[in-house]
């Protein structure tokens, strides 16, 4: 389903009263910034490796108030 950030944002105010909807909100770098305000739950794979060229960033929610439920053991794939 394609929308606007204001029809997204305007379901999401309402998407609690639904308990049994989940909304996944998946990227792009602007998606992130304007509705992470409105997320309850994250689920993020971080990628240790550096790579030049690199114009967008996840927000850095290690600063932020989040509780961590679940953190598995770092895993190798492909050299990542």
């Known amino acids: 389903i394609s929308m606007s950030i204001e ?3 305007s379901r999401l105010k ?3 009263k639904i308990p049994d909807k989940e909304w996944f909100i998946i990227g792009g770098g602007q998606i992130y ?3 992470l305000q409105f ?3 994250i689920y993020i794979t971080k990628i240790y490796k550096k790579y030049e060229n690199v114009d ?3 927000p850095n929610i290690d600063e932020q108030k989040w509780n961590v ?3 598995s053991e770092i ?3 492909n050299n990542l």
């Open 7 to 9: 029809e997204i944002k």
């Open 56 to 58: 967008t960033y996840f």
């Open 33 to 35: 910034n304007e509705l």
């Open 39 to 41: 997320c309850d739950r």
């Open 69 to 71: 439920v679940h953190q």
């Open 14 to 16: 309402y998407a609690s």
């Open 75 to 77: 895993l190798t794939y």
